[in-house]
């Protein structure tokens, strides 16, 4: 029998074979290595060993860095930003948000494009609520591309990817900004920069960043893609058009209120105290008498119920008011108001809210102990018009029970027959102001209620809700008119505007919004705080609105146009806790736990025609200290006693007229009276 050459190597058994084929990639690797070595090819064989050691067990790569897959990339590039942004200092903060929204698009239409669907859903539900308040028409357009053919024909889709989306930033800003990815490319900055290289367009603006830049409008204006009109850079232009006039007055009422004051001017004597130059009654009735306008919205889009005794009687009060009140107006600036200042001792730190009525007779705090208590403010007895009630007298104070939780808001009617109340146990009661009782209690929100307001005729009242909805309440209905929602956080203070037609809200998601309440939808957002807002007030020429937040900052804003005109500082680094408008709406005085009530001139670096800068107080200067006199800081904490608390000094800015200390007494409440007095509520802390 032949034998095969020594030299010739043995065929393989169909065995082998069948075992090489169902053997493990791994083994399979091996066995292609080994050949190659045996071959010479030293490099190729290198080469494999390199790949192969980056396999797993069934030959498929070994993620080595997560971050580099669709999966997590962009979620964590996109928080990383976000986290980096918020952790900035706050004058750089405003100008680097503006660069959330694009990423934030490219980031979802690049992993819907790519295929990587779930992950483009999960990204967009994770995140797509921080942008809902400026992009809400954008992100509704946005929201319906769920493949990538669709991301290729939709028109929104193709004008961000075709066109660069336009950022305005300081040299500044821009540096950090460029800096921080650079040092961070390998937790995200690099997938950052790539997105701004291929659809951003950074644009470098001439000055500093600041807290709020005067210029801010116009870096806005060139804010987005050209020619697409973005909420947030839109002009007045799209707004919904707003009616910010006062509501025409009832025919017959004003009829009626004629007549008296006629009567009234007949019976006045040279000895009642006017003088001839301060004219009739019936002649200032005709000053302040609300007429049909063209700004005036309609008597039926508020509707009233028929007036009343009470009615008439209030007008002519306002008439009388006015024709008293105290004219803030000076040869260079304002000049300053009255301030009557209450302080309640013996609170326990339990006083939450307090209210002063219109005709200045009462005030009412809410306390923590799921009560309300009203106090005379002229000293008198509180009587009842139930007599068992005035036994054996009739006390000073009353106390309303009612409540099964902590009280945050109380209000007054307008004709100061009435009071409302708000508390944790979600429900808002109203009380009688003739027997001190309770009369309905309104249920409807699933949550604490933190704030509540009589509307300008009484009829009406709003609430607003840790739920995040505001609601409008008539007093003859046990159930919401109107429940206002789009705040993505608790609605915390609610306003109306003196007409009625319009409802103001302030939120812990920084943004304060305009409701129309026939249709209850929004028709204004006012957003640029840094923080959750704490107090609105609005000027009774319903022009302007004044917000302030937790950022200790108070912005004036004309509501017509929706934009800012001016921000104030001076309150250091503490809550703002209440603002009011002087009757002519060029004085705004707040209150804060700084302890101190400050005056501002509103329309001193507005463009609206005024004095000229505000005159400094005793010749120093307009910005003031912790001392109590003028001088030339605000303390960060101040108190009566002027020493520093620590952080920082806040410089005051020039629209700061004057500022009011207490010893030992954050203060609750500022308001305006019809005559031009401030009254003021502060609680004193042992």
């Keep these: 029998m032949s034998q095969p050459p020594a030299n010739q190597a043995p065929a393989p058994t169909a065995a082998s074979a069948a075992g090489a084929a169902s053997g493990t990639p791994q083994q399979l690797n091996q066995i292609v290595m080994e050949y190659l070595s045996k071959k010479g090819y030293s490099k190729t064989e290198a080469m494999l060993r390199s790949e192969s050691a980056h396999t797993d067990a069934d030959g498929r790569p070994i993620i080595t860095k997560p971050e580099e897959y669709p999966e997590t990339m962009y979620e964590k590039a996109y928080s990383h930003l976000r986290r980096w942004i918020d952790n900035s200092l706050d004058i750089y903060k405003p100008e680097l948000r503006r660069l959330v929204f694009p990423v934030f698009v490219h980031f979802y239409l690049n992993l819907i494009h790519s295929g990587n669907l779930t992950p483009g859903k999960n990204f967009w539900n994770n995140h797509h609520l921080e942008h809902e308040g400026l992009y809400g028409e954008d992100l509704k357009e946005l929201t319906t591309l769920l493949l990538p053919a669709h991301v290729e024909e939709n028109k929104l889709a193709k004008l961000y ?11 500044t800003t821009k540096n950090l900004l460029l800096h921080f990815l650079e040092e961070t490319s390998d937790h995200g900055g690099d997938t950052v920069l790539k997105v701004i290289n291929s659809y951003i367009d950074l644009r470098t603006v001439a000055g500093r960043a600041a807290l709020f830049n005067k210029d801010e409008d116009s870096m806005r204006g060139e804010e987005g893609i050209v020619g697409h009109i973005s909420e947030r850079s839109g002009t007045s232009s799209t707004l919904p058009a707003v009616k910010l006039g006062p509501l025409p007055m009832d025919k017959d009422l004003a009829k009626d209120i004629e007549e008296e004051l006629k009567e009234m001017d007949m019976k006045d004597t040279p000895g009642s105290g006017f003088k001839v130059s301060d004219g009739t009654l019936h002649d200032e009735f005709q000053k302040i008498k609300r007429e049909e306008s063209e700004d005036s919205p309609s008597r039926e889009i508020v509707p009233l119920p028929p007036y009343t005794v009470a009615d008439v009687e209030r007008e002519i009060r306002l008439v009388k008011d006015s024709r008293e009140s105290l004219r803030l107006i000076g040869t260079s600036s304002p000049a300053l108001p009255t301030v009557h200042m209450y302080t309640f001792h013996n609170t326990n730190d339990g006083l939450n809210c307090l209210d002063f009525s219109e005709d200045v007779s009462l005030v009412a705090g809410g306390f923590a102990e799921s009560y309300v208590r009203i106090w005379s403010l002229k000293g008198t007895p509180l009587e009842s018009i139930i007599p068992s009630e005035n036994q054996p007298t009739p006390p000073k104070s009353r106390r309303l ?11 007054f009617s307008p004709d100061s027959k009435y009071l409302l109340s708000c508390s944790e146990d979600k429900s808002t009661r109203l009380w009688s102001l003739d027997t001190y009782t309770g009369l309905v209690v309104y249920k409807g929100h699933d949550a604490p209620v933190w704030d509540v307001e009589f509307g300008p005729y009484g009829h009406y009242f709003a609430t607003a809700s840790h739920e995040h909805t505001a609601r409008l309440w008539s007093c003859d209905h046990i159930y919401p008119l109107r429940i ?19 409802l103001f809200t302030g939120s812990s998601d920084k943004t304060s919004r305009m409701w129309d309440i026939q249709t209850g939808s929004s028709v204004r957002l006012f957003s640029g705080h840094t923080a959750a807002i704490s107090a609105l007030a609005v000027s009774p020429n319903g022009k ?12 004036i804003w004309d509501i017509a146009a929706g934009k800012r005109l001016k921000v104030m500082r001076g309150h250091g680094k503490t809550s703002i806790y209440s603002l ?16 101190t ?36 800081k605000v303390d960060g904490v101040s108190s009566g006693s002027g020493k520093r608390r620590g952080g ?16 030992k007494a954050p ?16 609680a004193f802390l042992p």
Excluded: C
């Design 648 to 663: 920082k000094d806040v410089v005051a800015t020039p629209d700061h007229l004057a500022v009011f200390y207490t010893k």
């Design 401 to 411: 029970i009612g409540h099964s939780g902590p009280v945050y808001g109380v209000s």
């Design 161 to 171: 990817r075709e066109n660069k989306y336009r950022v305005a930033l300081s040299q």
């Design 597 to 632: 009530v400050r005056t501002w001139d509103v329309l001193h670096g507005t463009g609206a025609p005024t004095a000229e800068q505000p005159e400094p107080i005793n010749g120093v200067g307009n910005i003031i200290s912790g001392s109590g006199d003028a001088s030339t």
């Design 544 to 555: 302007y609105l004044a917000t302030a937040a937790e950022d200790s900052l108070i912005a």
């Design 580 to 595: 009011s408008f002087s009757q002519e709406g060029n004085v705004l005085v707040s209150a804060g736990a700084d302890m």
């Design 667 to 682: 203060v609750y409440k500022v308001h305006f009276t019809n005559k031009n007095l401030v009254l003021a509520g502060s």
């Design 484 to 502: 206002f929602a789009g705040h993505l956080s608790d609605v915390d203070v609610v306003k109306f505007h003196p007409n009625s037609a319009y």
